[in-house]
């Protein structure tokens, strides 16, 4: 008996934990200075290709990016 709720115990703790992690990664993906790493790392590819679609996309998140975050960070010339 005090095995089976020593099991129940630990099934619910490992799922609580696991939710936390899974809520916090979704929630860090959402943060600024994260959003704005990941546009330099865009911008970079970017130069490397000057695909226009990558850049159209760029430009999409670089405007979200600007209104979400309070940022003025210049969009890309795709011309």
Not at 10 to 21: D, E, R, Y
């Amino acid at each position: 008996m005090r095995n089976r709720q020593l099991k129940w115990i630990l099934i619910i703790v490992t799922v609580g934990l696991t939710v936390s992690v899974v809520s916090y990664v979704f929630e860090l993906s959402h943060v600024c200075t994260v959003r704005q790493l990941d546009i330099a790392e865009d911008t970079i590819q970017y130069h490397k290709t000057m695909d226009p679609q990558l850049c159209d996309m760029l430009n999409s998140k670089i405007s979200q990016f600007n209104d979400a975050c309070k940022s003025n960070i210049e969009e890309l010339d795709c011309g």
